[in-house]
């Protein structure tokens, strides 16, 4: 579990820079073009876990 750890680390500060909300608007838009309706949502490859609060924020489970 230590080596996971360090890794974290090193992955969240490699992304720190990115703007997860406009991931979440990019997804949004995508699944409004489609007529998708959902708030239920997976979040796989989710890295640290760096989406799971925007996605939450936004009423999606």
């Known amino acids: 579990m230590a080596q996971y ?17 406009d991931w979440l608007d990019y997804i949004e838009e995508i699944l409004d ?8 949502v ?5 890295g640290t876990g760096n989406t799971t ?3 939450a924020r936004r009423g999606y489970t």
């Open 42 to 46: 997976i979040d796989l490859a989710c």
């Open 5 to 21: 750890e360090k890794l974290a680390e090193i992955y969240d500060y490699l992304v720190a820079g990115v703007d997860y909300d």
């Open 33 to 40: 073009r489609y007529d998708y309706r959902t708030r239920t």
């Open 53 to 55: 609060l925007p996605f």
